[in-house]
């Protein structure tokens, strides 16, 4: 069942950033360039008298007044610098697929509805893996059991809390038991652990143009919501050394009776 729950899948959304703005370093040499002026000025009045210190003047006066400016004019332009520079949103415009993080004010967010449903530990969902196959999940608490076909074959599992892994084949009334291990099923009753709201921006999912929500925990885990409007277009699970991507989602708690019942009269294999 690994290869349906943790196969790596090539990523479907692009990263290319705007450029930063950047810092006006000319204005910076010509504010510097006028101090060096008004410095020479001033040392060469200090060394000479009243008399020839006017003539100085008189003859210079065009110079000074120059380098005045220019030092006067780099001061206010730098002090006003974020007036004169590009802004990261205003350059997206341009951009076909540009992820742009936004200043969410609100603790609301449109995702939440879906992520309180997985959160909750009782769900049913269903998704096509990208770069995998067709999955529906019931979970309730630390019960979980998936249906999905495999090799022509309709296949359930159920963890049912025992420790242990239940394959079945209805088909011809068989199962195994296994041990749990790392992607199995079970993973999909904890994929919110320790999550919350991190941040949320505009990419481009699936040909789309989607508001992504992203929910992190501290183990560098994530959970990405991508809404086309109000509608779920997709979900990607983003773990230490992979990317799961989910699209046609249904999400919902209508968990049907009897789903993690082990089934009666089948043979162990």
């Given at each position: ?10 990523p479907?959304?692009?990263y ?6 950047q ?7 010509l504010?510097?360039?006028?101090i060096?002026f ?14 020839a ?9 065009n110079?000074?007044?120059?380098g ?34 936004s200043?969410?004010s ?49 296949v ?7 420790g ?17 291990n ?16 991190s ?46 991507y ?17 089934p009666v ?5």
């Open positions: 069942m690994s290869e349906f729950v943790t196969g790596v899948t090539a479907i959304t692009s290319d950033m705007p450029d930063s703005p810092s006006p370093f000319l204005l910076w040499i504010c510097y360039a006028g060096i008004l410095i020479i000025v001033a040392v060469k009045i200090y060394r000479k008298n009243s008399i210190c006017y003539a100085y003047l008189e003859a210079n006066k110079w000074i007044i120059v005045g400016i220019i030092l006067f004019a780099g001061i206010v332009i730098l002090t006003n610098q974020n007036t004169f520079s590009i802004s990261p949103q205003n350059n997206t415009q341009s951009q076909n697929i540009t992820p742009t993080q200043n969410v609100s603790n609301v967010q449109p995702s939440d509805q879906f992520f309180n449903i997985l959160d909750s530990g009782k769900f049913r969902f269903k998704v096509d893996i990208v770069g995998g196959n067709t999955i529906e999940i019931f979970a309730d608490g630390n019960r979980v059991a998936a249906h999905y076909n495999a090799f022509g074959l309709n359930r599992e159920i963890a049912p809390n025992d242990f892994l239940y394959t079945i084949l209805d088909s011809d009334r068989i199962y195994t038991k296994d041990p749990l790392t992607g199995d099923i079970s993973n999909f009753s904890s994929l919110t652990n320790g999550m919350s709201f941040s949320s921006g505009i990419t481009t999912f699936q040909g789309t143009s989607a508001t992504y929500y992203v929910y992190r925990n501290n183990q560098n885990t994530s959970l990405w919501f991508y809404l086309d409007e109000d509608k779920l277009i997709g979900i990607s699970y983003h773990g230490d050394s992979e990317i799961q989910f699209i046609n989602i249904e999400l919902d708690k209508n968990i049907p009776h009897g789903v993690f019942n082990l009269g089948y043979t162990l294999r």
